[in-house]
Nanobody
Framework: QGQLVESGGGLVQSGGSLRLSCVAS????????LAWFRQAPGKERQFVAS????????SYLNSVKGRFTISRDNAKNAVLLQMNSLEPEDTAMYYC????????????WGQGTQVTVST
């Protein structure tokens, strides 16, 4: 099945930036659609952004459009999430996920990295 490992989370002030990274092992990400989700305490998991296996198409949660950018680095078998203009509402555990290209569900998940935005 392989493994996904996130990094780059932390504590940042409102208006600041963070860059999340997710590196895969045990499978080749270039054959997979990749995505970021987040979950805040007491809330359901929420889609944040996705990028197709080819990198030709991206999709974003409305509230992060213009602030977050998803990209992939196939050479490093990784997916990245650049987060700018962070807001306290962005505080959550962030997870990366993968699905075989064209698949219906994301079925490979990382353990998450915590992002906390202070006022």
């Amino acid at each position: 099945q392989g493994q996904l490992v996130e990094s780059g989370g932390g504590l940042v002030q409102s208006g600041g930036s963070l860059r999340l990274s997710c590196v895969a092992s045990g499978f080749i990400t270039m054959n997979f659609d990749l995505a970021w989700f987040r979950q805040a305490p007491g809330k359901e998991r929420q889609f944040v952004a996705s990028i197709t296996w080819s990198g030709g198409s991206t999709s974003y949660l409305n509230s992060v459009k213009g602030r977050f950018t998803i990209s992939r680095d196939n050479a490093k078998n990784a997916v990245l999430l650049q987060m700018n203009s962070l807001e306290p509402e962005d505080t959550a555990m962030y997870y990366c996920a993968a699905r075989v290209r064209g698949g219906a569900e994301y079925n490979r998940w990382g353990q998450g990295t915590q992002v906390t935005v202070s006022t």
